[in-house]
């Protein structure tokens, strides 16, 4: 690790010893030590004896590296990096404008419980309100979306830095207090000189387990189970004991098993099933229906909801029984089959699709003919955002990953994806729509040696894509996952269009200001980034391009709105 200065004779030569480095080394040994394993870092000048001291790391092979030119996208990859691997993922800036661009991934990771610690360069308290380039107010920035922060003055040794990193993982072992953590470390000149590594032994990660003692919860009412992001298997199970249906969100980690009732939404407003519900219990984070959280607002149903690593308890009706687990103490009740099975069979049928001609038996030439031809019209249909909804679900296996854009095709796979265990990811914390490539760039990555990789599908809009365009750049050197981002085209934010304002408002400036028209050429933005660009219009194309090889694809496919 070095800083050129200028020597007498005219030439460069690295600085002799520099605190700032002597801290950074420390540090991070410290964190490597502890168990985290994954850093990504931004170029910048504040902040090089932290990101000289973590490639030296990498080149010891004691941590993995990523390196991204863009503060946002680093944020996100980091942000994706954790989610995969739940283990907290450090993410290092320079000071001014490159700290407020991490916010964005940093509210995500505060409102979704993912372990982040960000680090930031500053400038050394001299510097601070005296209008110094590139100085601002950094401590605090982040506010009440970071666990806890920490303003750390320039270090004029290593001193201290082993037992800073001590305190900032103690705290993300505790499974309630999971999320981001923010570091503010100032740095004074020289900013780095070449440091020798100390011995470092890599630690084990432990995920940590939930706290608190569970409930214990009685069969009896008619309850259902609601699954939102981040919910995991413990809903499926406890919807099995309980004898309860299953109403979970497609990236709830719960989307199958007997119990599991896809078409959720139209059921929960049906006389004879919503107006029957007695009980809710609540996993995760339901975002993607207007009906879950009306249920839950009603007086008449007992809502129990199981915290999470949320920064916020989901209580939409403001009277739910917040509790740290629940575990069921009886069998299922006598009634609960039929509960369950009504809810399971009517499900079934309103997701019934009769589209596939069936085969014929015949030996009439004639008849197999027309088969033939209703079989080759089929291919040759149009993709409707069903069918690629459909066809992204059902291409997709346990050794996949699936990433959902803030888009509305999320909406649109939540409504018809049956049952299947499979990884799915999304930022639903706050369903913002920025992040999403660099989300499932860094969970691409981070599934890569678990023995279980397989393809990194992004389902997302036109729109989520353009805001995230810059993360589909590579960064020479660095693995390459295997990846198709499916992009459903239907030139703007139709999403909007489901809106009441879109039935009172002037066409013209609905389209103006929200529905925002675009007419990117995707096939020249995968040229330039180094994809490859494949176009599905019909039913044919789109299940050859799922199907497909390829390390980085980038698959078009026209909607119409």
């Known amino acids: 690790m070095t800083r050129p200065r200028a020597s007498r004779a005219g030439g460069l030569e690295p600085a002799a010893a520099s605190p700032s480095s002597d801290f950074a080394v420390a540090f991070l040994g410290e964190l490597i030590r502890l168990g985290v394993r994954d850093v990504v870092v931004c170029p910048g000048s504040r902040s090089q004896a932290l990101a000289l001291a973590a490639a030296e790391f990498e080149r010891a092979g004691l941590l993995r590296l990523r390196v991204r030119i863009d503060e946002r996208s680093a944020g996100f ?80 040794s290593a001193a201290g830095a082993a037992e800073l990193a001590a305190e900032v993982v103690a705290g993300l072992r505790d499974p309630m207090m ?11 000149d020289p900013l780095s000189a070449v440091v020798p590594l100390p011995k470092v032994v890599p630690g084990v990660w432990a995920i940590p387990l939930p706290k608190g003692e569970p409930v214990a919860l009685a069969t009896g009412p008619l309850t259902v189970v609601v699954a939102g992001t981040g919910a995991g298997e413990r809903a499926e199970e406890v919807a099995r004991d309980l ?40 996993f995760g984070h339901p975002t993607l229906s207007r009906e879950v959280p009306a249920l839950l607002e009603r007086g008449d149903v007992e809502v129990i909801v199981v915290r999470g690593p949320e ?7 403001r009277s739910a ?44 030439s004639v008849e197999r003919a027309e ?9 040759r249909d149009p993709v409707t955002r069903r069918m690629l909804a459909e066809s992204v679900w059902a291409n997709t296996w346990p050794h996949d990953r699936l990433v959902l854009g803030a888009s509305r095709l999320i909406r649109d796979l939540d409504r018809v994806a049956v049952g299947k265990k499979i990884p799915v990811h999304a930022n ?85 200001v929200l529905y925002t028209p675009q007419t990117v050429d995707f096939a020249a933005l995968a040229t ?34």
Do not use: C, K
């Open 77 to 156: 990859l980091a942000l994706g990096v954790a989610r995969e691997s739940r283990i907290p993922v450090v993410v290092v800036t320079t000071s001014g404008t490159a700290v407020a661009n991490l916010h964005p991934a940093v509210l995500e990771a505060s409102h979704s419980g993912v372990p982040l610690v960000v680090v930031t360069a500053d400038r050394p308290a001299e510097l601070l309100g005296i209008g110094a380039n590139q100085t601002t107010v950094q401590a605090g920035i982040f506010g009440t979306a970071v666990r806890r922060d920490w303003d750390v003055a320039a270090p004029t």
């Open 178 to 188: 999971a999320g981001p953590v923010h570091v503010n470390l100032a740095f004074r």
């Open 243 to 282: 004898g309860a249906p299953l109403l979970a969100e497609v990236a709830s980690g719960a989307r199958f098993g007997p119990n599991l009732v896809p078409a959720y939404r139209t059921l929960i407003v049906e006389p004879g099933f919503g107006d029957r519900i007695e009980r809710v219990v609540v």
């Open 311 to 317: 920064r916020d308890v989901y209580d939409p009706g």
């Open 321 to 364: 029984r917040i509790v740290d687990g629940v575990t069921v103490t009886s069998e299922p009740a006598p009634d609960s089959r039929a509960w369950v099975g009504s809810w399971v069979s009517a499900s079934r049928t309103l997701l019934a699709v009769d589209d596939v001609p069936a085969a014929s038996l015949s030996d009439s």
């Open 371 to 379: 088969f033939a031809r209703l079989q080759l019209a089929r291919l």
């Open 428 to 512: 639903r914390g706050l369903a913002g729509i920025d992040g999403t490539i660099a989300t499932a760039t860094g969970i691409a990555l981070a599934s890569m040696g678990s023995g279980r990789e397989g393809v990194t599908r992004v389902l997302l809009g036109d729109l989520a894509l353009l805001h995230d365009a810059g993360s589909l750049a590579p960064t020479p050197g660095e693995t390459v996952p295997r990846m198709q981002v499916i992009v459903g085209n239907d030139g703007g934010g139709t999403i909007f269009d489901a809106l009441e304002v879109a039935g009172t408002a002037d066409p013209a400036l609905f389209d103006r």
């Open 528 to 561: 330039a980034y180094g994809w490859e660009h494949r176009r599905a219009a019909t039913r044919a194309e789109l299940d050859d391009a799922l199907t497909a090889s390829g390390d980085r694809v980038l698959i078009e496919v026209p909607l119409a709105r």
